[in-house]
């Protein structure tokens, strides 16, 4: 793995600038991997080893994702909204899993690291690069149960949904009143259709359309 | 009566050999690496193909000598064969581990809902010998992530003409195990009754069968007390089926006294068939009616005494869409006698467990 001020470096620039949530967000992914047995995250074959839940949308995460390595495309980076700066590292091979939780204490601590910087942003910045790790963060070792359908690898379960007629991978549908839906049609869009809706296919669905077998093939 | 003989069919499939002449062949166990304060897990799974790099490994862990597995083309191991397994049982809303535990896999809910299962294929999954499949009670309502079901090949390694035996009669019944998710309903509520419509007494229904409908993620739309009147409660019932209600509920008036009108009143609102009484107790005096595919249901008094009652088993089928019919009410018998525990400990109990 890259030294912190390098991956520090080339995480901003993907992110789009330094701030403090690329350094918390790089030194809690060093640390992740450091306690999974991970030092090259990013490359075969520890590529396919490691998947990463991030509990937040912010700075940090695009850190913790370039440190790591892990998108969601790979199906490598899950995000749980729950608006809590925590991740949670997970070897697939070992099954070791950690998650890494940044403390409210740490904010409250930033003027003791660095009170000799004026500037707020600028102290915040090297307060969270010197700051003890026991300060800056909060490790839990646990047990994280991955069911198959949100492992990494090609699609194993597809379906279509009965009333639109769009197909629905990885176990995302609904079973609802006797039919298959996708979650749009089962609980509602998080968006409005403007003009006519398109169901075209939705008529020649059969009652009860439902692939069970694995796929063997990516689609 | 056992499925299979007690013979020790293992033994057949494992040979012991020295730890170098083991590349290439199929760990038959776990082996567990222990590195002080570091470390304590499985290095090296059953089922691993040891290869030439391992080698120094192992023998740093003590190992001189291995089981391994010699298995031809038509010989499953177990971890292996339930994965196609559980794909086959689990339906929609029902997922399971990606790695089996133990030579096990537990189904598990995708989402929240209502399981269902169907109990006569499980029985005929399970009379094929080598496999087996357990699993909690139809009709249960459960939780994303709720262990609905645990499967497994019995030995440790099976015959692939079994597995697809066993595949095959799972998957012509496709779904054994499925999940339905609850519907958002548009419910309202009659509290009947003269003595809380003339203020005598104050009503506790309403809050009772809010959190109900709460634990389900509906809520009420509204409600309405009315005295002892079948004219009037048949009106209110009509008024609230054109307001485009999805569940109408009323509660008391259901026994057999004179002032007991609710299901007179209901009936009298036009509905096209009305089952009352049900084969559970408490609860005998319930009523469930249907107006088209909404439902009119007729929660009698217990349903403010008992913490579960008949209800509890109705509602979660109702909201996942279910249209049920005498029959269905009258399978209830079994398992429709509420033990009255003094601490309730449904749904950790026999009520409603019909099988």
Do not use: W
């Amino acid at each position: 793995m890259q030294d912190f001020e390098t991956l520090l470096k080339n995480s901003a620039e993907v992110h789009g600038h330094l701030c403090p949530g690329q350094i918390v967000g790089v030194r809690m992914a060093m640390l992740g991997c450091e306690l999974i047995g991970l030092n090259n995250p990013r490359q075969l074959p520890q590529i396919k080893k490691i998947i990463v839940y991030v509990e937040i949308d912010r700075c940090a995460t695009d850190a913790i994702a370039y440190v790591t390595g892990v998108k969601l495309g790979r199906r490598s980076l899950k995000f749980i909204d729950n608006g809590i700066m925590a991740a949670t590292f997970i070897n697939l091979e070992t099954n070791r899993a950690f998650r890494i939780r940044s403390t409210e204490k740490s904010r409250e601590l930033i003027t003791d690291y660095a009170p000799e910087i004026k500037d707020k942003h600028l102290r915040q910045l090297e307060a969270y690069k010197q700051m003890p790790t026991d300060l800056l963060f909060k490790i839990q070792t646990v047990d994280v149960k991955i069911p198959i359908h949100n492992m990494p690898g090609p699609t194993r379960f597809k379906t279509i949904c009965q009333n639109c007629g769009i197909a629905v991978r990885d176990k995302k549908e609904v079973y609802q009143n006797e039919e298959i839906l996708c979650r749009s049609c089962a609980f509602g869009a998080y968006y409005r259709i403007l003009g006519k809706k398109n169901h075209a296919n939705a008529g020649a669905l059969k009652a009860f359309n439902y692939e069970p077998p694995f796929r063997k093939t990516p689609c | 009566m056992l499925k299979q003989d007690d013979r020790p069919r293992e033994r057949a499939y494992f040979q012991k050999i020295k730890v170098k002449d083991a590349v290439g062949l199929t760990l038959g166990h776990d082996i567990t690496e222990v590195r002080p304060g570091e470390y304590k897990g499985p290095s090296f799974r059953k089922g691993y193909k040891v290869q030439e790099g391992d080698l120094c490994h192992l023998m740093r862990l003590g190992k001189r000598h291995l089981y391994v597995m010699d298995l031809n083309e038509n010989q499953i191991h177990e971890d292996e064969a339930v994965i196609e397994l559980a794909n086959a049982l689990a339906g929609p809303g029902v997922t399971f581990e990606a790695e089996p535990r133990e030579g096990k896999i537990q189904l598990i809910a995708a989402y929240d809902g209502l399981l269902k299962v169907q109990v006569d294929p499980l029985t005929e999954f399970n009379l094929i010998p080598d496999v087996m499949c357990a699993s909690i009670h139809n009709n249960t309502p459960v939780k994303k992530g709720l262990p609905l079901a645990g499967t497994r090949a019995i030995p440790l390694v099976i015959e692939r003409d079994i597995l697809d035996q066993a595949v095959s009669v799972a998957t012509a019944s496709f779904p054994i195990f499925a999940v339905k998710a609850f519907n958002t309903v548009s419910t309202r509520l009659i509290i009947t009754g003269n003595e809380v419509s003339e203020g005598l007494i104050e009503d506790r229904f309403e809050a009772i069968v809010s959190r109900k409908l709460a634990a389900y993620g509906s809520t009420l739309a509204e409600t309405a007390i009315l005295p002892d009147d079948q004219d009037e409660i048949s009106s209110m019932v009509r008024y609230f089926l054109e307001a485009g209600s999805d569940l109408i509920i009323t509660t008391g008036g259901m026994s057999v006294d004179p002032d007991d009108v609710t299901r007179l009143g209901i009936r009298g609102a036009g509905v096209d068939r009305v089952h009352y009484g049900a084969a559970v107790l408490p609860g005998a005096m319930f009523l469930l009616a249907y107006k088209g595919d909404t439902p009119i249901v007729g929660i009698p008094a217990c349903g403010l005494y008992h913490p579960t009652t008949v209800f509890d088993l109705i509602l979660p089928r109702l909201l996942a869409g279910e249209l049920l019919t005498t029959r269905d009410l009258a399978r209830l018998a079994h398992g429709g006698l509420c033990l009255d525990c003094a601490t309730c400990r449904y749904p950790a109990c026999s009520f409603g467990k019909t099988g």
